[in-house]
């Protein structure tokens, strides 16, 4: 420690330039990869080894955590690196279910999903529904930001909920799609090559997807954007200053974040061969932000340790009592109060930032 | 007939405003002067009805039970302020709503531990059951009236309890500068455990009187509580002149758009189909309204803050 302390002290007066990497940092660097090296893969094993002894359930279990790792990875980007408190992307992860379901449907009864003013038929191809499911929530974001990013604090919580409310009724009170009773998906979308109906040849689908999720978030908070979008969060008049325009950083950080968290509603859509306004609810967003509070709130690695803290303590503390959720607040309310850095921030140390 | 129909649901509709008007004020008066978003207001709405409705079953009388449900949800809201809320009056917004958050779930779950799943029922007294006849031969039930009178009464208690006392201008002394008014000398922290207990007192009665007209059950106060939000926001955080002119609002522009939207597309459309569009278009209708009030006012119509 103290040989530590002397080293930072010499390269800060600026004597040895090659002396600089700070040991401490290496070392906080160490523990932090090799607690998320030991979480991506036990999450990979684990399923590997489950669906080798024939154990589908906790394959599919693997799988469901990979996708609410997946959308609370989306909403980390709006709230841990935008700043911006988002209460309503269960509208981006329905919309995104939804996607997967219609386009199912349509697929299965050989009808157009709509004729005018162009027809636009029904495919149960995955590649083609994860692209759309993308796509319109892009463009749901983009609507729902432009509106909401006028606003900022409370009132940015309350209408981005108001919204998702909105998509919720209006999913639930729609007939042609199911209403409240919800649409099933008979037989899961399928890819070109493999064979996506498999419990783990999904789950490694899933697992990419949430790689690739990770992989994108971090990139781009690496980037010049990333570095705009964290100043838009920390001192939006220090960037304004800076010549660049907070509105438009945000709101594309928006519509990214909405795009990740609906391409994993599609995901769980088809995992669990139903979709329903549930999907949609209020509760769903609530949740969603207590995954990435849990795990530790703009850390990359966070949302997935949320994920798999979530799903685990509804899955077994669930199966001993039908309250499980009464628990599941009084831990909400104690990390809230006391543990402010979340699972991460306890196994893994603090962010330098912080 | 469509005179009558058209009496009766701008009725209904200021029935729901005034409702809403209960749950909206406290949430507003919360964020006026603590700055602090609260999720669980709803769950006062639910404990006041809880509470109503076992006390008029174990005393018989419905007003008892009115007394006792208001009376229940200001206490546990007087406790949760000073447990937990108290807390958080420096946080970040983030961390109020998770907390407020894991407070419905503690809540909702505690409540079905002890009252269980199934709906408690709750009737009004039979003073209050019939119908009046209207001008124009419209028959409407009392108790919806009363409602109406309920909410106008406590309109003029609110506005007189704020106005006039000496309650009241502590109260809006903190909206307009919190450090001030601690530093002349009023005992903040009683004042913030008085205001949240008066409007977990209000959600509470608006709780049990809509609990009589519909069911008590667990969860019901979100749906409200997500109303009251769009009220807040369109009238403007921290106004009550805002909520009660949002709230009815509100209250009218979605009862009426239940009723006239179907009709309405039933003009050019086949019925079956018309009802589906008409009543995904209604119930979408409030957020849409909102939507166009923010897009012109992005502080909404009466902003206390500004």
Same mark, same amino acid.
């Given at each position: 420690?103290?040989?530590?302390?002397?080293?930072?002290?010499?390269?800060?007066?600026?004597?040895?330039?090659?002396?600089?990497?700070?040991?401490?940092?290496?070392?906080?660097?160490?523990?932090?990869?090799?607690?998320?090296?030991?979480?991506?893969?036990?999450?990979?094993?684990?399923?590997? =080894?489950?669906?080798? $002894?024939?154990?589908?359930? &906790?394959?599919?279990?693997?799988?469901?955590?990979? !996708?609410? /790792? %997946? +959308?609370?990875?989306?909403?980390?980007?709006?709230?841990?690196?935008?700043?911006?408190?988002?209460?309503?992307?269960?509208?981006?992860?329905?919309?995104?279910?939804?996607?997967?379901?219609?386009?199912?449907?349509?697929?299965?009864?050989?009808?157009?999903?709509?004729?005018?003013?162009?027809?636009?038929?029904?495919?149960?191809?995955?590649?083609?529904?994860?692209?759309?499911?993308?796509?319109?929530?892009?463009?749901?974001?983009?609507?729902?930001?432009?509106?909401?990013?006028?606003?900022?604090?409370?009132?940015?919580?309350?209408?981005?909920?108001?919204?998702?409310?909105?998509?919720?009724?209006?999913?639930?009170?729609?007939?042609?799609?199911?209403?409240?009773?919800?649409?099933?998906?008979?037989?899961?979308?399928?890819?070109? =090559?493999?064979?996506? $109906?498999?419990?783990?040849? &999904?789950?490694?689908?899933?697992?990419?997807?949430? !790689?690739? /999720? %990770? +992989?994108?978030?971090?990139?781009?908070?690496?980037?010049?954007?990333?570095?705009?979008?964290?100043?838009?969060?920390?001192?939006?008049?220090?960037?304004?200053?800076?010549?660049?325009?907070?509105?438009?950083?945000?709101?594309?950080?928006?519509?990214?974040?909405?795009?990740?968290?609906?391409?994993?509603?599609?995901?769980?859509?088809?995992?669990?061969?139903?979709?329903?306004?549930?999907?949609?609810?209020?509760?769903?967003?609530?949740?969603?932000?207590?995954?990435?509070?849990?795990?530790?709130?703009?850390?990359?690695?966070?949302?997935?340790?949320?994920?798999?803290?979530?799903?685990?303590?509804?899955?077994?503390?669930?199966?001993?009592?039908?309250?499980?959720?009464?628990?599941?607040?009084?831990?909400?309310?104690?990390?809230?109060?006391?543990?402010?850095?979340?699972?991460?921030?306890?196994?893994?140390?603090?962010?330098?930032?912080? | 007939?469509?005179?009558?129909?058209?009496?009766?649901?701008?009725?209904?509709?200021?029935?729901?405003?005034?409702?809403?008007?209960?749950?909206?004020?406290?949430?507003?008066?919360?964020?006026?002067?603590?700055?602090?978003?609260?999720?669980?207001?709803?769950?006062?709405?639910?404990?006041?009805?809880?509470?109503?409705?076992?006390?008029?079953?174990?005393?018989?009388?419905?007003?008892?039970?009115?007394?006792?449900?208001?009376?229940?949800?200001?206490?546990?809201?007087?406790?949760?302020?000073?447990?937990?809320?108290?807390?958080?009056?420096?946080?970040?917004?983030?961390?109020?709503?998770?907390?407020?958050?894991?407070?419905?779930?503690?809540?909702?779950?505690?409540?079905?531990?002890?009252?269980?799943?199934?709906?408690?029922?709750?009737?009004?007294?039979?003073?209050?059951?019939?119908?009046?006849?209207?001008?124009?031969?419209?028959?409407?039930?009392?108790?919806?009236?009363?409602?109406?009178?309920?909410?106008?009464?406590?309109?003029?208690?609110?506005?007189?309890?704020?106005?006039?006392?000496?309650?009241?201008?502590?109260?809006?002394?903190?909206?307009?500068?919190?450090?001030?008014?601690?530093?002349?000398?009023?005992?903040?922290?009683?004042?913030?455990?008085?205001?949240?207990?008066?409007?977990?007192?209000?959600?509470?009665?608006?709780?049990?009187?809509?609990?009589?007209?519909?069911?008590?059950?667990?969860?019901?106060?979100?749906?409200?509580?997500?109303?009251?939000?769009?009220?807040?926001?369109?009238?403007?955080?921290?106004?009550?002149?805002?909520?009660?002119?949002?709230?009815?609002?509100?209250?009218?522009?979605?009862?009426?758009?239940?009723?006239?939207?179907?009709?309405?597309?039933?003009?050019?459309?086949?019925?079956?189909?018309?009802?589906?569009?008409?009543?995904?278009?209604?119930?979408?209708?409030?957020?849409?309204?909102?939507?166009?009030?923010?897009?012109?006012?992005?502080?909404?119509?009466?902003?206390?803050?500004?």
């Amino acid at each position: 420690m103290t040989n530590n302390t002397s080293l930072s002290n010499s390269a800060s007066r600026g004597t040895t330039v090659d002396a600089a990497p700070a040991p401490k940092a290496d070392r906080h660097f160490d523990r932090k990869g090799l607690v998320q090296m030991t979480l991506l893969g036990l999450l990979l094993l684990l399923p590997v =080894v489950a669906y080798f $002894s024939g154990q589908i359930y &906790y394959v599919n279990l693997a799988s469901r955590i990979t !996708i609410i /790792a %997946m +959308a609370a990875v989306g909403l980390n980007l709006a709230i841990g690196y935008g700043g911006m408190v988002s209460f309503g992307h269960a509208a981006y992860f329905g919309l995104g279910g939804y996607v997967a379901g219609i386009s199912a449907y349509h697929a299965f009864d050989l009808t157009p999903f709509m004729t005018w003013p162009f027809s636009v038929p029904g495919s149960d191809n995955l590649l083609v529904i994860w692209l759309a499911a993308m796509l319109l929530c892009g463009l749901l974001a983009l609507a729902i930001g432009a509106i909401s990013l006028r606003t900022t604090g409370v009132y940015f919580i309350m209408i981005t909920l108001a919204f998702a409310q909105m998509i919720y009724y209006f999913a639930n009170s729609w007939p042609t799609y199911g209403g409240e009773d919800g649409l099933p998906i008979y037989i899961r979308n399928t890819l070109p =090559v493999v064979d996506s $109906s498999d419990a783990l040849t &999904y789950f490694l689908i899933c697992f990419t997807g949430l !790689i690739l /999720a %990770m +992989a994108i978030t971090s990139r781009l908070m690496k980037s010049r954007f990333g570095a705009a979008l964290t100043m838009a969060r920390l001192n939006d008049v220090r960037l304004a200053t800076a010549g660049i325009s907070p509105y438009p950083i945000r709101l594309v950080a928006f519509v990214i974040s909405a795009a990740i968290t609906g391409l994993a509603g599609a995901l769980y859509a088809d995992l669990n061969g139903f979709v329903s306004p549930t999907m949609l609810s209020w509760h769903f967003s609530g949740e969603l932000m207590v995954i990435v509070i849990l795990g530790g709130v703009g850390r990359l690695y966070g949302p997935l340790a949320g994920a798999v803290l979530f799903v685990m303590m509804e899955t077994f503390l669930g199966g001993v009592t039908q309250y499980w959720q009464l628990f599941l607040g009084l831990v909400l309310l104690g990390v809230v109060l006391f543990a402010k850095h979340g699972v991460m921030g306890w196994l893994a140390g603090r962010e330098r930032n912080e | 007939m469509s005179v009558t129909l058209l009496i009766e649901q701008l009725l209904n509709g200021v029935q729901l405003g005034t409702m809403l008007f209960l749950m909206a004020s406290g949430l507003t008066l919360v964020f006026g002067v603590m700055g602090l978003i609260n999720l669980a207001h709803g769950s006062f709405y639910m404990v006041g009805a809880y509470a109503t409705a076992a006390v008029t079953a174990s005393t018989g009388s419905f007003l008892i039970g009115l007394g006792a449900g208001m009376a229940a949800a200001a206490m546990v809201g007087a406790l949760v302020e000073l447990l937990v809320i108290r807390r958080l009056y420096h946080r970040p917004h983030l961390d109020q709503v998770l907390a407020t958050f894991a407070l419905i779930l503690i809540f909702s779950e505690g409540t079905r531990w002890i009252f269980g799943s199934s709906p408690m029922r709750l009737s009004p007294p039979s003073w209050l059951t019939g119908f009046v006849t209207l001008p124009g031969d419209t028959r409407y039930p009392i108790y919806r009236l009363m409602l109406i009178g309920v909410g106008i009464v406590i309109s003029i208690a609110l506005y007189v309890l704020i106005s006039k006392t000496r309650l009241g201008m502590r109260i809006r002394a903190g909206e307009s500068d919190r450090e001030m008014i601690g530093a002349l000398g009023v005992n903040i922290s009683k004042l913030y455990t008085v205001v949240f207990a008066l409007g977990a007192g209000l959600a509470g009665l608006a709780g049990a009187l809509v609990g009589a007209l519909q069911s008590v059950q667990v969860g019901m106060g979100e749906p409200v509580l997500i109303l009251a939000f769009v009220v807040i926001v369109i009238g403007g955080i921290g106004s009550i002149k805002g909520a009660l002119l949002g709230a009815l609002l509100v209250g009218v522009v979605d009862t009426l758009g239940r009723v006239y939207l179907p009709i309405f597309f039933r003009a050019f459309m086949p019925p079956s189909e018309a009802t589906g569009v008409g009543a995904a278009l209604a119930a979408m209708l409030i957020y849409i309204l909102m939507a166009v009030i923010l897009a012109f006012k992005p502080k909404g119509l009466f902003s206390a803050n500004d």
